[in-house]
């Protein structure tokens, strides 16, 4: 099973600020990986897929890059519908989830 | 728009077996480009692939739940389903069912539903 290590497990930060969450994978996944947003009390919502790709209306400010084993989602400037958990997903080896990292307002 | 609602039993005992129900609504679960699939989130294990399935009846299992888990469809009713048997508390979890394209990522989810598992 291929393990993904999100970290950090909670970033805080202010709205307006640059965001940037890790995940790395425990072996190679090539570029087959994505990123999911969660709010409380919603499914995940996929945002970026094949590591760099976003999805059918995500905003620009979300931008995905790596390959390998270590993968960045990058938020350019924070809105305050952002802070939320966000997990990485594997597709390489079927399908594994990280553990996720949760963004809250400083 | 896709869509996909789940429903099932909220509580269960210890050793019976789950079962839940997708409803797809929006596009054909015929559709060639979809497959349909179960992910469970619960507090312990975080998010966990369960099970997928196509509309031609094959299906793909997560190989740590493999011998509790099947999936099916029913493309008259627009439906797929999951089994889980012999159900434990480690079984808790809020189950979501989800379209993937080309057995890739999750692109649709449905809203989820919570199953407990309790004496």
């Known amino acids: 099973e291929i393990v993904l290590t999100q970290s950090p497990a909670t970033l805080s930060l202010s709205p307006g600020e640059r965001a940037t969450l890790s995940c790395r994978a425990s072996q190679s996944v090539s570029n087959y990986l994505a990123w999911y947003q969660q709010k409380p009390g919603q499914a995940p919502r996929l945002l970026i897929y094949d590591a760099s790709n976003r999805a059918t209306g995500i905003p620009a400010r979300f931008s995905g890059s790596g390959s390998g084993t270590d993968f960045t989602l990058t938020i350019g400037s924070l809105e305050p519908e952002d802070f939320a958990v966000y997990y990485c997903?594997?597709?390489?080896?079927?399908?594994?989830f990280g553990q996720g990292t949760k963004l809250e307002i400083k | 728009q896709l869509q996909l609602q789940a429903s099932g039993p909220g509580l269960m005992k210890p050793s019976e077996t789950l079962s839940l129900t997708c409803t797809v609504s929006?596009?054909?679960?015929?559709?060639?480009?979809?497959?349909w699939g179960w992910i469970r989130q619960s507090p312990g294990k975080g998010l966990e692939w369960i099970g997928s399935v196509y509309y031609s009846g094959s299906t793909y299992y997560s190989p740590s739940l493999k011998s509790r888990v099947a999936v099916s469809v029913d493309t008259s009713k627009s439906q797929f389903s999951l089994k889980l048997s012999s159900v434990t508390a480690a079984d808790t979890a809020v189950y979501y069912c989800a379209s993937h394209s080309g057995l890739q990522y999750f692109d649709f989810w449905g809203q989820g539903t919570l199953v407990s598992v309790s004496s």
């Open positions: 929006g596009v054909s679960i015929s559709s060639s480009s979809y497959y």
């Open positions: 997903q594997q597709r390489s080896n079927w399908y594994t």
